[in-house]
């Protein structure tokens, strides 16, 4: 008898994001002439940047020459790319990271979720509420949690709630963790971390032999100096946290899919004996099992954006982004609604009029001003009474989104 992996049984409906889609696509059927403008998933519009699409072509030209083809490529990613990252991305911002502790990958959300293979079951994992779903149900599938509860939360997993009551920062856990997530620029509430606050998270982690799962998948957003964009831009971080890079939302790779992972050699665990391993080794085992590497012209397209063109031109779909969450955040304070993030990130994080449910104010904007946002509960129960709008959209389109809302909540 073919016996399924059980823990999938406990996972919620379904994920988030395809909830939406199935909630937009009915209404759409219903109503097939409304205009809907989607500020829900994070999901970049805006075409590749010109030195991305040059480097791109580029690299097809060669993979149409029988002496350039290339066939497998390392499965940890070409060194070109991984010295641009180490280069650009860490080095120029004076922060310690070598090339062979960058792993080249497919997206962060496959390496959030995948990173569980080389950890224990047993391990305690934190996680902030509201938080990016990933986290919460590859560590369901992965069988580290019990039954869901009727909160929405699963039992076994550590919640640190991230509200306007706490200034959305977590407090440390009352009990002993083993695996912290932590997203800055924060997906969903847009917030920031302090240097102070990651500084006690690293310190935590020291003291108690935890690893920081630390997703930097935003960190092109931060505006303000004083701004972390690394967890080893903390003293000590490289002992204790894991850190994923991507190029989705900087350089609109989401449909094009190339990120990064690092791992650094000051990294250990535990094995159940008591042992310290070597968690970069057992990482670099996992990948190259399971993964055969991003394609050549798509490393080549992420190698450009850190190019003296790529670079600008990347910085400005980054400001081009960052504007349109200023124009939300606002145009929704000018009617009176209180709006978290929108300054170092591309979501605004907003407390919904009235303190109507998150799923009713949902609907309500779907169904009368034909607009679509993220609801906050879907994040986690410390999300209800919040939702969430990107600022991935067309310049018109934002300009609209936000005269509908006013018009709604005006
Ligand atoms: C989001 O909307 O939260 C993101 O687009 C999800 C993702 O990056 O996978």
Redesign the pocket.
């Known amino acids: 008898m073919a016996k399924v992996n059980d823990h999938f049984l406990k996972l919620q409906a379904g994920y988030l994001?395809p909830e939406i889609g199935r909630r937009v696509a009915a209404f759409t059927e219903a109503h097939p002439d409304a205009d809907v403008i989607r500020l829900?998933?994070?999901?970049v519009t805006e075409p590749l940047p010109a030195a991305i699409i040059e480097a791109m072509h580029g690299a097809v030209d060669e993979m149409a020459n029988r002496d350039t083809f290339r066939g497998y490529g390392p499965e940890q990613g070409y060194p070109f790319l991984r010295e641009a990252v180490a280069r650009e991305a860490f080095a120029a911002r004076g922060v310690d990271v070598s090339a062979d502790e960058i792993f080249i990958s497919d997206g962060?959300?496959c390496d959030t979720g995948n990173i569980l293979d080389i950890f224990g079951a047993d391990n305690i994992v934190a996680v902030t509420d509201p938080v990016?779903p990933?986290y919460v149900d590859t560590n369901v599938m992965t069988g580290r949690t019990g039954q869901a509860l009727e909160s929405g939360r699963y039992d076994g997993l550590v919640y640190l709630p991230v509200t306007a009551e706490n200034n959305f920062v977590p407090a440390l856990p009352e009990q002993p963790v083993d695996l912290i997530y932590l997203c800055y620029p924060n997906?969903?509430t847009g917030t920031v971390a302090s240097r102070e606050t990651l500084t006690e998270w690293v310190e935590y982690a020291r003291a108690h032999d935890a690893i920081i799962l630390f997703d930097a998948?935003y960190e092109a957003f931060i505006t303000d100096p004083e701004i972390p964009h690394s967890i080893y831009e903390i003293e000590g971080g490289r002992e204790v946290a894991i850190e994923f890079r991507s190029f989705?939302k900087n350089a609109g790779f989401?449909g094009i899919r190339c990120a990064c992972t690092v791992i650094p050699r000051d990294l250990t665990g535990s094995d159940s004996a008591g042992n310290r391993v070597d968690i970069h080794r057992l990482w670099n085992r996992r990948h190259s099992t399971k993964f055969n590497g991003v394609s050549y012209p798509v490393q080549r397209g992420a190698e450009a954006a850190f190019g003296d063109e790529g670079r600008e031109q990347v910085q400005s779909l980054v400001s081009f982004y960052l504007e349109n969450a200023r124009l939300i955040r606002e145009g929704l304070e000018a009617v009176g609604i209180t709006v978290y993030g929108g300054v170092n990130a591309p979501y605004a994080w907003l407390k919904t009029p009235g303190g109507i449910d998150s799923w009713s104010f949902f609907d309500q904007l779907l169904e009368t001003v034909h607009l679509v946002g993220?609801p906050g509960s879907g994040f986690g129960a410390a999300g209800e009474g919040y939702f969430r709008l990107?600022a991935f959209n067309s310049r018109a389109n934002v300009e609209e989104a936000v005269r509908r809302f006013q018009q709604l909540v005006g």
């Open positions: 994001f829900g998933i994070g999901d962060s959300k990016y990933v997906n969903p998948a989705s989401t993220t990107s």
